[in-house]
């Protein structure tokens, strides 16, 4: 089983940028695929972002593609979101989440685990 923990929220103004950190820690993080979701008040939660651990193909969801980038550091057993260009409709609790590699469809981004979340807030 693997833990996560994120980090990197905060309030920032429309334009700017901020990067969540998760740290992965538990199982074998290179063993996991990674991803990030975020949930808006009144809103279902939505996929952000994916990737394997290992490296390779990287998924975004439309409404981010170009702005934000998902990224690791085997390391630091740390998966980041870096986000640019945000905008008010990006305020959300970010999550982290993670699946077994052998288990992770792209096609599904089912997730089984998951972290506490992080607020981000984007001002006008």
């Known amino acids: 089983q693997v833990q996560l923990v994120e980090s990197g929220g905060g309030l920032v103004q429309a334009g700017g940028s901020v990067r969540l950190s998760c740290v992965a820690s538990?199982?074998?993080?290179?063993?996991?695929?990674m991803g990030w979701f975020r949930q808006a008040p009144g809103k279902e939660r939505e996929f952000v972002a994916a990737?394997?651990?290992?490296?390779?193909?990287?998924y975004y969801a439309d409404s981010v593609k170009g702005r934000f980038t998902i990224s690791r550091d085997n390391a630091r057993n740390t998966v980041y979101l870096q986000m640019n260009g945000l905008k008010p409709e990006d305020t959300a609790v970010y999550y982290c989440a993670a699946e077994p590699l052998i288990q992770f469809s792209s096609a599904t981004m089912k997730f089984g685990f998951w972290g506490q979340g992080t607020q981000v807030t984007v001002s006008s």
């Open positions: 990737m394997p651990w290992s490296g390779g193909s990287t």
């Open positions: 538990g199982r074998t993080a290179s063993t996991y695929a």
